[in-house]
């Protein structure tokens, strides 16, 4: 870096200029996504006693996340003046859903409309025991991984806490997740897990997805457990620690590499973390035990990544942390600069981690006919391509 730029003061990593959510246009208070505490301050700027407001927060919260109501006026343990109140201060607004696809495969991809015109994708994925929703956290992406599909959208702003709740709602309503929809009992759950693994990193937008996993886990709420909800990051190495400390969920790091000259060229931020700084945090992760270990997500690239050489080093490298490590097969896009890995070569990559004591499944690909497979996602309204050889020479690969 340049001495002139290194003079220049770095902002919080968690609110860099280019990815603050742009200011909201002027009307009513939307109540997804504001914590507790934030409904009561909004409650009692309405002329809510103080005495009454956590109460009455208490009421408003179930109605929203345990019943699923969008209108006060169904609220009916709320006096009629007081619903009459509310509706003229908040609403409960979701962020609107433009297409849904569903896959030969059943998975499910929603193509979501966010305030100020933009769109995410969110994709659902049904599985035998479990139903996992694939979360977005950020308008594009600022990351340029060069295998992922969605890394070629630029950038655009951080999802608030209530656009990311919101998307766990509005496939809750597809569902028919609510009680008055026949919701099934709790352990039966269609929609069981959050994964945020979507467009975005986790970590460049830390309040919100915080914010938004703490309403996810509320008892008195959606009530997912902190064990059911995986955040990705692809190695923001100081927001690790506070992951644990401030949300205490399961953590997956997008890990692609076993040296820094090909991470450096997969994984672009890894030339200003690299993986000896990623794996002195991910070892002093608070949460870290053999009960909860750290899931390695390695994409499998044909001749880039993929070698005998390669499985070895990695097991070298995670020596001593409590992990696995899921092999994904790369996911072909238009334009995209690799290919995937052969079935034999994954198999015998997976055999020699699964001999040296580490799990290893190798993930099917999910959602590949409809785009909402692993790095697949990207909003519908930018589908300019890249060619192979403009990726390829931006890459160095």
Not at 95 to 100: L, T, Y
Not at 286 to 313: C, H, Q
Not at 344 to 359: L, P, T, V
Request: with cysteine.
């Amino acid at each position: 870096m340049a001495e002139t730029e290194q003079a220049v003061p770095q902002a919080p990593i968690t609110q860099d200029v280019l990815t603050i959510p742009r200011k909201m246009p002027e009307g009513p208070v939307n109540l997804i996504g504001l914590s507790r505490g934030q409904m009561r301050d909004a409650l009692i700027e309405i002329g809510t006693p103080e005495k009454q407001a956590k109460m009455r927060v208490g009421q408003i919260w179930q109605w929203i996340y345990v019943w699923g109501k969008r209108d006060f006026a169904e609220m009916t343990n709320l006096a009629k003046d007081y619903r009459s109140k509310l509706a003229d201060h908040f609403v409960i607004a979701l962020p609107e859903v433009v297409s849904r696809n569903v896959s030969t495969d059943g998975t499910r991809k929603y193509l979501v409309r966010i305030a100020g015109g933009h769109e995410v994708e969110v994709v659902y994925i049904p599985e035998t025991d479990r139903g996992t929703l694939c979360v977005s956290s950020q308008v594009g992406c600022t990351l340029t991984c060069s295998f992922c599909h969605t890394g070629t959208q630029k950038l655009v702003r951080n999802l608030t806490a209530g656009e990311i709740i919101g998307q766990v709602m509005l496939v809750r309503d597809d569902l028919g997740e609510w009680p008055e929809q026949g919701a099934p009992k709790d352990e039966q759950r269609l929609l069981s897990n959050i994964v945020l693994m979507g467009m975005g990193e986790p970590l460049y937008n830390f309040e919100n997805v915080r914010d938004a996993m703490k309403i996810a886990m509320d008892p008195e709420g959606l009530s997912l457990s902190r064990r059911r909800i995986t955040l990705s990051t692809s190695g923001v190495v100081p927001e690790i620690a506070r992951t644990a400390d401030e949300i205490g969920c399961q953590l997956a790091v997008s890990f692609h590499a076993t040296t820094d000259e090909t991470r450096d060229k997969l994984v672009p931020i890894n030339k200003r973390w690299n993986i000896a700084e990623l794996l002195d945090a991910l070892r002093a992760y608070p949460k870290l035990s053999n009960s909860e270990r750290i899931t390695f997500e390695y994409v499998m690239l044909d001749g880039v990544n993929d070698t005998d050489e390669d499985a070895r080093r990695l097991i070298k490298l995670i020596d001593g942390i409590p992990a696995k490590i899921n092999l994904i097969p790369f996911n072909e896009w238009p334009g995209a600069p690799y290919k995937r890995s052969s079935n034999n070569r994954i198999r015998a990559f997976a055999d020699i981690i699964y001999k040296a004591g580490y799990a290893s499944p190798i993930r099917t690909p999910r959602g590949e006919d409809i785009m909402a497979a692993c790095g697949q996602l990207k909003s519908a309204t930018e589908r300019a391509r890249k060619s192979r050889a403009q990726i390829a020479a931006e890459t160095g690969l």
